[in-house]
T-cell receptor, first 115, second 117 residues
Framework: AQTVTQSQPEMSVQEAETVTLSCTYD???????LFWYKQPPSRQMILVIR??????QNATENRFSVNFQKAAKSFSLKISDSQLGDAAMYFC????????????FGAGTRLTVKP | DAGVIQSPRHEVTEMGQEVTLRCKPI?????LFWYRQTMMRGLELLIY????????DSGMPEDRFSAKMPNASFSTLKIQPSEPRDSAVYFC???????????????FGPGTRLTVL
């Protein structure tokens, strides 16, 4: 079964600086989807960025980018020019393309942004 | 679109009482998911519907939990009787599964925070 590991329970970054959140996963599948979700205090789960495993190019969404290392099964999230509104829990998630209901989430990383 | 709607946002009840959580998926979506989030276990999938039919309920913790989807625009998650260990945030998510093996984003509702005393 696929597992997702986020080894950093908490991270802190200074406003306007860059921070990287780590995520590793375990799978025997060659095709899959990876996601980063943001959960602010409002509890809403917001999709930040996604990556298809068959794409070699790292996904980018404005200040958010990923470093996808398929061989290492690593999927880190980089937040550039951190803003106070980035403070939230961040969850890494894996989903198999063969099973739409099989979404596995990591335990989450709580990001604090210091002014 | 208003997104996935869940009610109530907060529920406080006493042990032994019946609790019903409600979800309205995004119009046109054909898949619906119920998740539970706790500090100890993180986000767990409880049950998944496709075209109103329960497909996988292996995540439902025990017989006290039941879920229904009587039509494409409404689903309920019921706990009877409730216990303190059921305290958690329950999320509903919906998705449009247009093709198998394709990317189908799940859109999450705001969640219901359940506290069982």
């Amino acid at each position: 079964a696929q597992t997702v590991t986020q080894s950093q329970p908490e991270m802190s970054v200074q406003e306007a600086e860059t921070v990287t959140l780590s995520c590793t996963y375990d799978t025997s599948e060659s095709d899959y989807y990876l996601f980063w979700y943001k959960q602010p205090p409002s509890r809403q789960m917001i999709l930040v960025i996604r990556q298809e495993a068959y794409k070699q190019q790292n996904a980018t969404e404005n200040r958010f980018s990923v470093n996808f290392q398929k061989a290492a099964k690593s999927f880190s999230l980089k937040i550039s020019d951190s803003q106070l509104g980035d403070a939230a829990m961040y969850f890494c998630a894996y989903r198999s393309p063969y099973n739409n209901n099989d979404m596995r989430f990591g335990a989450g990383t709580r990001l604090t942004v210091k002014p | 679109d208003a997104g996935v709607i869940q009610s109530p946002r907060h529920e406080v009840t006493e042990m032994g009482q019946e609790v019903t959580l409600r979800c309205k998926p995004i119009s046109g979506h054909n898949s619906l998911f119920w998740y539970r989030q706790t500090m100890m276990r993180g986000l767990e999938l409880l049950i998944y519907f496709n075209n109103n039919v329960p497909i996988d309920d292996s995540g439902m913790p025990e017989d006290r939990f039941s879920a229904k989807m009587p039509n494409a625009s409404f689903s309920t998650l019921k706990i009877q009787p409730s216990e303190p260990r059921d305290s958690a945030v329950y999320f509903c998510a919906s998705s449009l599964v247009a093709e198998p093996y394709s990317y189908n984003e799940q859109f999450f509702g705001p969640g219901t925070r359940l506290t069982v005393l």
